[in-house]
């Protein structure tokens, strides 16, 4: 993945052979190489999904059967598309990936290798094609050919989920089933198609370094490939793949509005050991790309003389760069 990167813009050198060599060395770059503590230890035993709450939806619209069989399968069918395309997207010619490529997450469609390649200490194994889907999609020609129409069909489903998540969150806090739709919960999409290369020399590195999410929930599908880890009570814990299972993440922005009643949860992606690449798509509900001036706080509601709110009213560009100066 770094081969697409870092050799896209220099044409005067001898690619293909300088590409054999990295490729034959087998070995990763030192700026991919994280400090022993970041990574898993070597002899640790894995813990699986031990403690990761696993909750199914059907019914939860109480449909009829049938209806619900069909529901149920034409969001198999956009699950299963959705990741080809994005896989698909990623192993394209790089000359057409070229075009998107940024950077950072500076257009509406941007592919990025180590999006935090200038900030974070250390570059992880992957490379991700992101689109800022809503409030204000990109004109779908803007939209790689490849995937340009599953990802404006899969959008239109997670929204539809993300609707039924922010429903039972509210109901479940006591409020009224529309309350975090109301607050515009779920007006901001920022989608990540993820693709992890097989790593050469996986133990040294990552493909996601450990990190809450700047959203109020990201919709995560991932692959059969596995690698996603969960910090919980210390330890971490294998989200493995379940198929047709979709990993819900609590993200930083759902924290603050319900006074940390509901908290981000630390998770991280091993490099990828496998024979063949991981992909992922992660939905982020909310993100900062929600340039709205209106400001979040702890949902008043919620609040009583022995909680009191534990922050401030901001605006989430702000929630968010408050939380992740503390974190970081
Ligand atoms: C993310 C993320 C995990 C994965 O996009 O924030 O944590 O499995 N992705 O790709
Ligand atoms: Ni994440």
Redesign the pocket.
């Known amino acids: 993945m770094m081969l697409t990167s870092s050799a896209m813009f220099q044409s005067e050198y001898d690619r293909d052979s300088e590409l054999k060599a990295f490729d034959d060395s087998k070995k990763i770059r030192r700026i991919f190489i994280h400090p022993k503590s970041n990574l898993p230890a070597e002899s640790g035993s894995p813990v699986s999904l031990l403690g990761i709450p696993l909750i199914d939806l059907d019914g939860v619209d109480n449909k009829g059967t049938l209806r619900a069989q069909i529901i149920d399968e034409v969001r198999d069918a956009v699950l299963e598309e959705m990741m080809d395309g994005i896989r698909g997207f990623h192993e394209q010619d790089t000359e057409v990936k070229k075009q998107f490529y940024v950077r950072e997450f500076k257009r509406k469609v941007s592919f990025v290798s180590n999006f935090e390649l200038f900030h974070a200490p250390v570059a992880t194994w ?1 490379d ?1 094609l992101a689109c800022a889907m809503a409030p204000n999609p990109p004109d779908p020609q803007e939209l790689p050919a490849v995937c340009r129409d599953i990802v404006v069909q899969y959008i239109k489903q997670v929204k539809g989920l993300s609707y039924t998540l922010f429903e039972l969150l509210s109901e479940a806090l006591g409020l009224d089933a529309n309350h975090m739709k109301d607050m515009e919960c779920a007006e901001g999409i920022f989608l ?1 198609g ?1 693709y ?1 290369p097989v790593c050469p020399e996986p133990e040294l590195t990552l ?2 370094r450990k ?1 809450t ?1 700047t959203s109020f929930l ?1 919709v ?1 599908v ?1 692959d059969q490939v596995g ?2 880890q969960v910090l919980h009570e210390n330890q971490w814990i294998d989200a493995a793949p379940i198929p047709g299972a979709i ?1 819900i ?1 609590v993200g930083d922005l759902l924290q603050v509005i319900t006074n940390d009643r509901f908290k981000s949860i630390e ?3 091993l490099a990828n050991r496998r024979l063949g690449p ?1 992909v ?1 798509v ?1 939905g ?1 509900f909310g993100t900062s790309f929600l340039r709205s001036s209106r400001l979040y706080g702890p949902i008043k509601e919620l609040l009583t003389e022995e909680n009191p709110p534990k922050y401030k009213e901001a605006t989430l560009r702000d929630h968010v760069a408050h939380l992740k100066g503390k974190r970081v």
């Open positions: 992957k991700t990540l993820h992890y493909g996601a990190h999410d990201t995560l991932q690698g996603l990993v993440n998770h991280r992606v991981r992922s992660a982020a």
